[in-house]
């Protein structure tokens, strides 16, 4: 069983930047691949970003690219989400996961793939 703790969110303007973290505990960190999601009140849960188990793909919705960077440090077992140009829009709670398969090739958006979610972080970006 994997551990994921986020961290990073809060209150900024928009046109800010924040930087959340999802620090990962439990397995070989290294042999998954990662994602960021996001949920905003009344709204189903969204695909943000994903990167493979090495970092070499990375994948993004089209509302972030450009503004968002997803990073891994296999060192440290976490995973980056660099959040600049912040919108009112990317309001919501984000959920970093992990992969339910080891060493996949490419990066899979869809959440039914990743086993394991973190609790979540909330980020709000006011007008």
Known sequence: QVQLVESGGGLVQAGGSL????????RTFSNYGMGWFRQAPGKERQFVAGITWSGARTYYTDSVKGRFTISRDNAKNTVYLQMNSLKPEDTAVYYCAADALTLRSRVTTAAPDFGSWGQGTQVTVSS
């Open 19 to 26: 930087r959340l973290s999802c620090a990962t505990s439990g």
